[in-house]
T-cell receptor
Framework: AQKITQTQPGMFVQEKEAVTLDCTYDTSDPSYGLFWYKQPSSGEMIFLIYQGSYDQQNATEGRYSLNFQKARKSANLVISASQLGDSAMYFCAMREVFYTGANSKLTFGKGITLSVRP | DAGVTQSPTHLIKTRGQQVTLRCSPKSGHDTVSWYQQALGQGPQFIFQYYEEEERQRGNFPDRFSGHQFPNYSSELNVNALLLGDSALYLC?????????????FGQGTRLTVV
């Protein structure tokens, strides 16, 4: 079974600084995908970034980058130049493939609360 | 282009009652998944519908059931509500296989059981 671990307590960062949110995972599947989602107080899960297990380079999406260390089974999210609007819950998730060509469910961690200070 | 829409946004029910939550997927998406998110926790997978059939199910009792309609919209039904069913219920839609973009989520239905 796949498992995502997010153990950081609430994180605080000063506006315009960078912050790293930790995520470790466990799976026996050689092919998997890792996602980070942001959940503001409104409740909607917003996709931030994706990393495939066979991707040669670490993923980047604007101010978001993923520090993927496959051997250590970690996929940390780095947010550069934090903004007040980045204050939210952040979830790391893993894709599990049920069967070829079909959709796959996401297994989520417990999330990390990020607060950006002005 | 409307994203994933869920209704209602909030709901209060009494223990033992039944509830139906609704989800309209993003235009063009054919697969709907439902997740339960308890307060302070990450979402937990309930089940997934594709081609009007339940394709996979998480560790939830039979009190949780669903349906997908020909227009790809979906319903989640919960019978004999328990206090522990109080949570945010999220609907996610996707197309075919789960692309690198990931699933699109709605804003959820917040269910309170009293």
């Amino acid at each position: 079974a796949q498992k995502i671990t997010q153990t950081q307590p609430g994180m605080f960062v000063q506006e315009k600084e960078a912050v790293t949110l930790d995520c470790t995972y466990d799976t026996s599947d050689p092919s998997y995908g890792l996602f980070w989602y942001k959940q503001p107080s409104s409740g909607e899960m917003i996709f931030l970034i994706y990393q495939g297990s066979y991707d040669q380079q670490n993923a980047t999406e604007g101010r978001y980058s993923l520090n993927f260390q496959k051997a250590r089974k970690s996929a940390n999210l780095v947010i550069s130049a934090s903004q007040l609007g980045d204050s939210a819950m952040y979830f790391c998730a893993m894709r599990e493939v049920f069967y070829t060509g079909a959709n796959s469910k996401l297994t989520f961690g417990k999330g990390i609360t990020l607060s950006v200070r002005p | 282009d409307a994203g994933v829409t869920q209704s209602p946004t909030h709901l209060i029910k009494t223990r033992g009652q039944q509830v139906t939550l609704r989800c309209s997927p993003k235009s063009g998406h054919d697969t709907v998944s439902w997740y339960q998110q308890a307060l302070g926790q990450g979402p937990q997978f309930i089940f997934q519908y594709y081609e009007e059939e339940e394709r996979q199910r998480g560790n939830f009792p039979d009190r949780f059931s669903g349906h997908q309609f020909p227009n790809y919209s979906s319903e989640l039904n919960v019978n004999a509500l328990l206090l522990g069913d109080s949570a945010l219920y999220l609907c996610a839609s996707s197309l075919g296989y789960l692309l690198r973009r990931g699933a699109f989520f709605g804003q959820g239905t917040r269910l309170t059981v009293v």
